[in-house]
């Protein structure tokens, strides 16, 4: 008998927000995404709103999606969805969020997660998926070697 553990293949699915946030690792797979994500000193301090999250949700234009290691959410994806009212309604997709824990990296778990969230896109009718990546982190390096090329950059100063 092998007593090695069993490999588990990551799973990704559409998820609700009572179920993202009710995980018990949720705010630690929190906290490990703001600690590398986090570029915007306001931010700090700030927890998740979870009926601001239901309300978009509701309103159709969040998707969330998770990964699972058996029943454990070990990444998130969280796809907004709105018209670009200047561009005669286009419908856009962007990324609010899109996390796996350093853990569960390895293999093809984020790209995995990257084309669910550009099958989302696909089919609210979007023409594209816009993803914000963190100065210097792993996934803007990764992101041109996908498929994705840089459209804008985004900068930030604070007021208060």
Request: with cysteine; glycine share 10%.
């Amino acid at each position: 008998m092998d007593a090695s553990p069993t490999h588990v293949e990551p799973t990704i699915r559409a998820i609700t927000v009572d179920e993202a946030f009710d995980s018990p690792v949720f705010e630690a797979l929190c906290d490990e995404y703001r600690a590398e994500a986090l570029r915007n000193p306001n931010m700090l301090g700030a927890v998740p709103d979870r009926e601001g999250y239901t309300r978009m949700v509701d309103a159709g234009m969040l998707h969330p999606l998770g990964v699972f290691v058996g029943a454990e959410l070990v990444g998130l994806c969280a796809v907004l969805i709105a018209p670009m009212l200047h561009f005669g309604s286009k419908v856009i997709a962007t990324t609010e969020t899109l996390f796996v824990a350093r853990a569960h990296r390895a293999g093809t778990v984020g790209i995995k997660l990257l084309r669910a969230a550009e099958e989302v896109a696909i089919e609210a009718g979007a023409g594209g998926l816009y993803i914000t990546a963190p100065t210097g982190g792993r996934l803007e390096c990764l992101l041109p070697h996908v498929g994705y090329h840089e459209t804008n950059r985004v900068f930030f100063r604070r007021l208060s």
